[in-house]
Structures are given as C-alpha cells and as structure tokens.
C-alpha cells in the first residue's frame, strides 16, 4: 500500500517537473540588441544571432528544442537561410542541438580547441567544420563578425564574438555581469583566468551580452577581473599563511563585491574553486 502510494507520488511529481520545468514550457523570447543583432532566451541561457541580406549567423544552439524553435522564428520573421552556426565553447547546455542548425546547411564554427572535447565527450552537436586558434573575421552580408580567443578561462577553448556595427560583445560565462563566478569553478584555469579578461578590455564594444542574465556594459569585465583577481590573491595568501580550507572561508574578505549578485552563494564556492587551483600548482617546500 505505501508503496504503491510513493509510486504514485513519484510519478506525479516526474509530471509536474516536465509540465512546468520541461522544455515543452520553456521561457523563450527574441529581443533586438541592435541593427541586425538579437538575442534569444532559453530559460536561464541566452545567445545571439545577426540577420543579413545574405543569411543568418546563430550562436550557441543551447539544446535541440530551443534551437528547432529558433529556426522556425528566423525562418517566419526574416525568411532567411541560417549560413553559419558559433559555438562559445564546448560545454554541452551552451553548445548542445547544433545539428539542428547543421543539418539546414549552416557551416559549424569553434575553437580548434573545441572540437576535440565536443567529439571525446560525445557533445550531443554537431562537429565543427572549421576552427581556428586565435582569431577568425566571418562576412556575411556585408557584415563583420570577429571570433577571437583569448587563452584559457572558463574551459580551453571560449571565445568571444565580435559585433563591430553593433558595438557588441558576446561574451558567455566567463564574463558573469554584476554577479560573481559560478559555483566551484568547475573547468576553469587560473591564474589564466583573469589574463584573457586583460585581452576583451582592450576589444572595441560598448554592450556586453553574457550568456546567462541580463545585458551590461565594457566596464563589467574590469569589475570581474578585478573581483577575480582579489580572489585569487587574498586565496593564496592564505594558503601560504597554512589555513586549511575552512579557516580560509572565513579569513577571505572579499566584501567590497558584496553588491555583486550570488555574492553570499556562491563567493563561498568561488574561494574552494580557487583553492582547488592553487593546491594544484603550488608547493610550499
Ligand atoms: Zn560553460
């Protein structure tokens, strides 16, 4: 009877997610940035894309319902063929569903460090067709888009996207806008980190588009940098100082980002993501 009473339970409650959480309900929306420049939402997740007179360059697919949606928008608003399809990186609920996209003809472009992981870890995408090390000037319709990397940040192979007649930068989750990084850090590289963000202060843009909240500007990147920075500083201080993890979290003082969104979440997490870094590369004797 009680068993049979959690079977019931669980299989309503499986409903509800997929009812209210599930892609069939997902939160999705188009906004013009600028010029030919909009962004697309998928709940939580974000891209770009840029409408010319000679077809449509689209980001980051997200996953493969959202990027069949975003397909049959352009496809309605602008009657005009997808030519190329950017990935920002790898991971897969940026990158995932790009076969969508590919197979409508699109040409598949990435960092060439990209496309090894997207195959080794079986990215549910499609494979890039080409890739490039340091920068790549995509024309389409008269239009320019600048791909550059900038070196190891969040992943290996993130590179930002350039929107010269939009004065626009996309830019995803190594650039948190107003807010801190993400949990523990995972795939991250320090000190590196902060370094590629040195390289997008020096790009020419005004409007910052992050894949994941809302728009900012060039000057969130230096308060990042100088948020990570601190962070990494006042973490390796310690460490040396022989704290062990715990004292650590307590010691760090990094209050005066303390406006910063996810500030009391997730800064805590930021700090043993650090400190994960540093017992990686360090020794003490
Ligand atoms: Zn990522």
């Known amino acids: 009877m009680l068993r049979s009473k959690m079977v019931w339970l669980t299989l309503l409650l499986g409903f509800l997610a ?131 990397y900038h070196g190891k940040n969040h992943s290996n192979n993130m590179i930002t996207m350039l929107f010269p007649a939009q004065r626009a930068l996309f830019a995803v989750d190594f650039i948190p806008v107003k807010t801190v990084a993400y949990k523990t850090l995972t795939d991250s590289w320090f000190p590196e980190w902060p370094h590629s963000l040195e390289q997008v202060e020096h790009l020419d843009f005004d409007i910052l588009i992050p894949g994941h909240g809302a728009i900012g500007s060039k000057a969130d990147v230096s308060v990042f940098r100088n948020y990570l920075q601190d962070l990494y500083s006042e973490v390796l201080e310690q460490v040396r100082s022989g704290k062990t993890l715990e004292q650590i979290k307590v010691a760090v003082d990094l209050s005066k980002y303390k406006t910063m969104e996810k500030f009391n979440d997730w800064a805590p997490m930021n700090v043993e993501g650090v400190y994960k870094q540093i017992q990686l590369h360090r020794r003490g004797n």
Not at 109 to 119: C, Q
């Open 18 to 148: 997929t009812s209210v959480w599930g892609q069939d309900t997902a939160k999705r929306s188009i906004s013009n940035v600028g010029g030919g420049l909009y962004r697309f939402q998928n709940n939580f997740h974000y891209s770009v894309f840029l409408v010319t007179e000679q077809g449509v360059l689209v980001t980051d697919p997200i996953n493969a319902d959202a990027a069949r949606w975003l397909k049959a928008e352009i496809a309605k608003r602008f009657k005009q063929p997808i030519r190329y399809l950017v990935y920002s990186h790898d991971h897969a609920d940026h990158s995932s569903g790009g076969e969508v996209f590919a197979e409508a003809g699109a040409i598949v472009v990435a960092h060439a460090n990209a496309k090894s992981i997207i195959k080794g870890e079986k990215r549910p995408t499609a494979i890039p067709e080409i890739t490039f090390e340091r920068q790549l000037t995509l024309e389409l319709g008269g239009q320019q888009v600048i791909l550059n």
